[in-house]
């Protein structure tokens, strides 16, 4: 039996420091379960995806407090970590669990407060995500895993740096346009306006990536909720199915040598999940990429399959992933535009494939959008996960 | 193994594993061949020379890093194939002003503050990364 994802809910993302972690995945799970129109009695577990809790409010084990917060009382309850893909991790699983039979209807969801921790720690606690020995002794970050990706890139398909950071500026452009226009967003009515050269000649974090290649740290919690398909069809109306899902893992970002521009994890995932789709990406009317720097968009849509690898940056200048191009690509901001508060990353991307598929998002809607793909990214291509979904 | 690696490099030794199936090197070590996962390995001293494939200043550092800033992170391909990540020994300026991606290198150790998440609490050992004339 199919799996139908029936309820969609997150947070403003932002700053939420009166919150705590539990309260921002409950407020997520309130407007998912009045969305679904279901009563809190019909859900049978918690698949709560958070990454670091214990860094930032000194909390782990979180599952059973959000369990008991929501009122599902003693519900079997999880806590998954994949790093930035915590939630499509718990996602993932969710799905399998329902479609197993072990479940008829559970939420999942997830919740991280990474810009009320402060940017020191939010940067330590980010970085936990690089291998904790070889690649943390030399001071790795996240940004600058991408800037040794974009400096990469730029030599292996020939394209001189300066062009290629005007290249990949169009990401961040083109995700802040589609961020103020979402009222959700940490950016919602900011940047909205971003020319290149804005982000060209933004500080400098990591080069080649100054901080408006770089997402923001975020507070925000997420939460959907997914039934069988018998379930479904019984209280929704538009239920929105998971055609097809995928996930890989990767070692340490030195270890994947020549292919750190290809991101290999991600090209068995995404082929896991069109397979169990049973489509290719031409039918794909809309993605949800991990945009956590302006270069991952480019190497995520390369290695998914949508374009040939060292052309997704000519395409992406060109227009081709905005909305009126062939293939819109986060028309909810994107991490760039949105925020990216890591364990709500990968449901909050759900939320907006839902809405989209329903004809829900108002403020950027994708022309008949039937069929939307989602991409998470945990670490330095340590753990990726694909979702497909969509309507018959 | 990854004390034994450090303490060797700080005495002007890299190692690394080569495959007793395959012939490719791991290197840093791994329990399992980074080519073909084979665990028929042997312990070896590699060269310590790669070129430099790709690099980043540093500007903005985690927790306990703060005061290096900035540094700059690479990646090199050493003789016998595989990648290790270390630092770059050139001021940011010239890293900046200049390609300095296909140079060669030579590895050596550079011991560094510790900090309280890092596995050894006292201190850290960095590779760093010499260019060659």
Same mark, same amino acid.
């Given at each position: ?23 921002l ?10 969305d ?6 019909d ?18 084990n ?7 917060e ?17 939630s ?7 799905v399998?669990?329902v ?21 020191a ?18 001071? $790795? ?20 740096l300066q ?20 009222p ?20 400098m ?6 901080? $408006? ?11 959907v ?11 929704c ?42 489509i290719?990406?031409k039918?794909?009317d ?10 991952a ?26 909305m009126?191009?062939? $293939? ?14 890591v ?7 759900i ?15 994708v022309?008949n ?7 998470? $990214? ?6 990726l996960v694909?979702?497909i979904?969509?309507?018959? | ?5 450090f303490?060797s490099?700080q ?34 001293t ?9 690099y ?15 540094y700059?992170?690479a ?15 050139v ?25 309280i ?17």
């Open positions: 039996m199919r799996v139908a994802v029936i309820g969609v809910g997150m947070t403003r993302f932002g700053k939420h420091p009166e919150k705590s972690l539990v309260d995945f409950a407020e997520a799970f309130w407007e998912a379960l009045n679904a129109n279901i009563e809190l009695k859900i049978e577990a918690v698949y709560f995806g958070n990454f670091v809790g214990e860094l930032t409010d000194g909390s782990a979180l599952s059973g407090f959000v369990a008991d929501i009122g599902l009382k003693n519900a079997p309850a999880i806590r998954y970590e994949g790093a930035c893909a915590s499509t991790v718990a996602f993932r699983e969710a399998r669990a479609k197993a039979g072990y479940h008829k209807c559970v939420v999942v969801g997830g919740a991280e407060k990474l810009l009320s921790a402060g940017t720690i939010g940067t330590r606690a980010l970085a936990t995500a690089v291998d904790g020995i070889y690649e943390m002794t030399a001071g $790795l970050t996240f940004p600058g895993v991408f800037a040794l990706a974009a400096r990469y890139y730029g030599k292996k398909y020939e394209i001189p062009k290629l950071r005007e290249m990949i500026a169009y990401v961040s452009v083109k995700n802040h346009r589609y961020g103020a226009m979402n959700k967003a940490q950016f919602y009515g900011k940047y909205g306006d971003l020319k290149v050269e804005d982000v060209l000649n933004s500080k974090i990591c080069s080649p990536l100054t901080l $408006l290649d770089c997402c923001p740290m975020t507070d925000g919690g997420s939460a909720i997914i039934a069988n398909e018998k379930f479904a069809k019984d209280v109306d538009k239920p929105v199915y998971v055609l097809g899902t995928g996930q890989a893992s990767g070692g340490s970002l030195f270890r994947q040598e020549d292919d750190i521009i290809k991101a290999i994890p991600r090209k068995k995932a995404a082929e896991m999940a069109f397979k169990e789709a049973k290719t990406p039918d794909v809309f993605v949800e990429v991990h945009d956590c720097f302006t270069i968009e480019i190497i995520a849509l390369e290695a998914m399959g949508f374009f040939d690898y060292g052309t997704a940056c000519y395409a992406t200048a060109e227009g081709v992933t905005s009126d191009g062939d $293939l819109p690509v986060n028309p909810d901001g994107g991490l760039i535009g949105k925020g990216h508060p364990g709500a990353t990968g449901t909050s991307q939320y907006t494939a839902v809405k989209q598929i329903r004809g829900e998002f108002k403020w950027n809607q022309k959008a039937r069929i939307a793909m989602t991409d998470t $990214l945990g670490g330095d291509f340590g753990t694909n979702v979904l969509g309507v018959d | 193994m990854f004390l034994e690696f303490k490099l005495e002007g030794k890299l190692i690394g594993m080569k495959c007793k199936d395959c012939g490719s090197y791991t290197c840093p070590p791994k329990q399992s061949c980074n080519k073909c996962s084979s665990r028929n390995l042997e312990k070896v590699m060269s310590g020379r790669g070129i430099v494939k790709t980043t200043v540093t500007y903005v550092a985690p927790m306990g890093y703060e005061k290096e800033v900035p700059i992170v990646l090199v391909e050493l003789e016998e194939g595989p990648w290790i990540i270390g630092r770059l020994d001021e940011a300026k010239i890293a900046e002003d200049n390609d300095l991606t296909e140079k060669r290198v030579s590895v050596f150790a550079k011991e560094m503050p510790g900090e998440f890092y596995p050894l609490k006292d201190k850290r050992i960095v590779p760093y990364f010499r260019l060659e004339g």
